[in-house]
Protein backbone atom coordinates (compact mmCIF):
# COMPACT_ATOMS: atom_id res chain seq x y z
CA UNK A 1 0.00 0.00 0.00
CA UNK A 2 1.15 3.56 -1.27
CA UNK A 3 2.25 4.75 2.55
CA UNK A 4 1.81 8.84 1.25
CA UNK A 5 -2.15 8.01 0.53
CA UNK A 6 -4.45 8.11 3.32
CA UNK A 7 -7.60 8.58 3.55
CA UNK A 8 -10.36 10.63 5.63
CA UNK A 9 -13.22 9.78 7.48
CA UNK A 10 -15.39 12.41 6.26
CA UNK A 11 -17.65 10.15 3.77
CA UNK A 12 -20.98 11.50 3.08
CA UNK A 13 -24.16 11.06 0.50
CA UNK A 14 -23.94 13.91 -2.15
CA UNK A 15 -27.85 13.54 -3.02
CA UNK A 16 -26.96 15.96 -6.15
CA UNK A 17 -23.96 13.67 -7.51
CA UNK A 18 -25.99 10.22 -6.64
CA UNK A 19 -23.00 9.57 -4.92
CA UNK A 20 -20.82 8.32 -1.98
CA UNK A 21 -18.01 11.06 -0.98
CA UNK A 22 -14.77 10.91 0.44
CA UNK A 23 -11.20 12.40 0.68
CA UNK A 24 -7.40 11.39 0.41
CA UNK A 25 -5.40 12.90 1.44
CA UNK A 26 -1.87 12.50 -0.79
CA UNK A 27 1.84 13.92 0.00
CA UNK A 28 -0.18 16.59 1.98
CA UNK A 29 -2.68 17.25 -1.26
CA UNK A 30 -6.23 16.61 -0.30
CA UNK A 31 -8.51 15.20 -2.97
CA UNK A 32 -11.72 14.10 -3.64
CA UNK A 33 -13.27 10.60 -4.38
CA UNK A 34 -16.69 9.22 -5.34
CA UNK A 35 -18.31 5.89 -5.77
CA UNK A 36 -21.79 6.27 -7.42
CA UNK A 37 -24.28 4.60 -5.73
CA UNK A 38 -25.33 2.44 -8.60
CA UNK A 39 -21.47 1.31 -8.69
CA UNK A 40 -21.77 1.02 -4.58
CA UNK A 41 -24.78 -1.24 -5.16
CA UNK A 42 -23.91 -2.97 -8.16
CA UNK A 43 -20.56 -4.19 -6.24
CA UNK A 44 -21.61 -4.14 -2.72
CA UNK A 45 -25.64 -5.13 -2.58
CA UNK A 46 -28.45 -3.64 -1.11
CA UNK A 47 -28.50 -1.20 1.52
CA UNK A 48 -27.71 2.05 2.95
CA UNK A 49 -25.04 3.64 1.07
CA UNK A 50 -23.02 5.20 4.17
CA UNK A 51 -23.21 1.51 5.57
CA UNK A 52 -22.15 -0.54 2.69
CA UNK A 53 -19.39 2.26 2.21
CA UNK A 54 -18.42 1.57 6.13
CA UNK A 55 -18.55 -2.25 5.22
CA UNK A 56 -16.44 -2.25 2.90
CA UNK A 57 -14.22 0.56 3.62
CA UNK A 58 -10.76 -1.10 2.74
CA UNK A 59 -11.85 -2.68 -0.48
CA UNK A 60 -13.55 1.09 -1.65
CA UNK A 61 -9.94 2.59 -0.24
CA UNK A 62 -7.86 -0.08 -1.75
CA UNK A 63 -9.81 0.96 -5.43
CA UNK A 64 -9.34 4.69 -4.83
CA UNK A 65 -5.31 4.27 -3.99
CA UNK A 66 -5.70 2.77 -7.58
CA UNK A 67 -7.27 5.78 -9.37
CA UNK A 68 -4.90 8.43 -7.51
CA UNK A 69 -2.19 6.43 -8.80
CA UNK A 70 -2.93 5.98 -12.01
CA UNK A 71 -4.01 9.44 -12.24
CA UNK A 72 -7.79 9.25 -13.41
CA UNK A 73 -9.44 12.03 -11.71
CA UNK A 74 -11.92 13.92 -14.24
CA UNK A 75 -12.32 17.42 -15.47
CA UNK A 76 -13.29 19.05 -12.04
CA UNK A 77 -10.08 16.19 -10.11
CA UNK A 78 -12.71 13.79 -8.32
CA UNK A 79 -11.98 10.46 -8.54
CA UNK A 80 -15.06 8.57 -9.67
CA UNK A 81 -14.49 4.96 -8.68
CA UNK A 82 -16.09 2.51 -10.92
CA UNK A 83 -15.83 -1.29 -10.50
Known sequence: ????IQFLEDEY???ERQAVVFSAL???RKL????SLVELSNHFGEGEPLTLFDQNRWD???MAEKAITLELDD???CYWLSI
Open 60 to 62: IEE
Open 75 to 77: SHG
Open 13 to 15: LDS
Open 26 to 28: DSG
Open 32 to 35: TCAM
Open 1 to 4: MNQA
